[in-house]
């Protein structure tokens, strides 16, 4: 029995000459022999907490920096992120620990502003179907992190990339972020499933998301250690130094000394499958 994904999905899935595509960023690569690792907070909130998180995560292996300048939050009272000046922070952070940097774009108008500061354009679950910003990073010039949507089905979310594709730019990276359940003990219900389905159907790398996915911190190492048995290409975990004091998502966030566990525990689970960190 074969998994019998819509013949309309054409750039996404495997065919002649795309087996597997790898992605290169700076010196980190997704979809390689290694295990990528991408950390960081959730938010950039002050230079400080951004240096100190970055530097948290490089001394512990990371491969990439995450943290969002722009952020998608649900409520119009909430922290919106820092912007331009978030960008230029994060910047200022690839620059002391020569980490490349993912950051959520959400609006084809700052595509061209992101794309100045970041090496990775984030497209985050809920503009996962947003086809003029789809469209708008089909033609930016840096690979694009792209996250599932809330409740999208495998099949749209690489119908979602196709846009991508289709509109020139090779460089895609599927994030499973959780999809949405009814449980009430997680924040969402991540289908681990979708690793090796996606390994399966398409060439693109796949990186899990444990943060967003659980909602708890608890829960981020053990399904972090489950991804990469799934054969997942990278991790993508929001490690904030005073998770207590974060502006978002602090009860998901790893401390550093968690993260530092982490890493230290994914090396023998990645040789398992043959992979290493
Ligand atoms: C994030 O990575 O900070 C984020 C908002 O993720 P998602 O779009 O998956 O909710
Ligand atoms: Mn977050």
């Not at 010039?141 to 809330?150: A, D, I, N, S």
Request: aromatic letters at 4%.
């Amino acid at each position: 029995m074969t998994l019998n994904i819509s013949s309309k999905i054409k750039l996404a899935v495997k065919g002649e000459g795309r087996e597997s595509t790898l992605i290169r960023i700076g010196d980190a690569v997704i979809g390689g022999g290694k295990v990528a690792v991408i950390a960081g907070p959730c938010t950039v909130e002050s230079r400080e907490q951004m240096i100190e998180a970055a530097s948290a995560v490089k001394a512990a292996g990371a491969s990439m920096l995450r943290g969002g300048a722009f952020k998608p939050r649900t409520l119009p009272y909430s922290f919106q992120g820092l912007g331009l000046e978030g960008l230029k922070i994060l910047a200022e952070a690839r620059e002391e620990t020569g980490l490349p940097v993912v950051t959520e774009v959400m609006a084809p108008e700052e595509v061209a502003v992101v794309e100045e500061y970041a090496d990775v354009l984030q497209i985050g679950a809920r503009n996962a179907q947003n086809y003029p910003l789809l469209k708008r990073v089909g033609k930016a010039q840096k690979p694009v992190l792209l996250k599932r949507g809330l409740a999208s089905t495998i099949e749209e979310w690489l119908s979602a990339a196709e846009y991508i594709l289709h509109g020139g730019n090779a460089d895609v990276v599927l994030c499973e972020r959780g999809i949405r359940g009814y449980g009430r003990l997680t924040r969402f219900t991540l289908d681990l499933a979708a690793v090796p389905i996606v390994k399966e159907v398409s060439h693109l790398p796949v990186v899990v998301d444990p943060s967003h996915s659980t909602g708890v911190r608890s829960l981020v190492k053990p399904m972090s250690k489950a991804a990469v048995a799934a054969g997942a290409d990278g991790l993508i975990v929001e490690v904030h130094p005073h998770p207590d004091e974060a502006l978002c998502d602090g009860a998901q966030s790893l401390r550093p000394r968690d993260f530092e566990t982490l890493m230290d525990e994914l090396g023998p689970v990645a040789r398992s499958v043959g992979r290493g960190l």
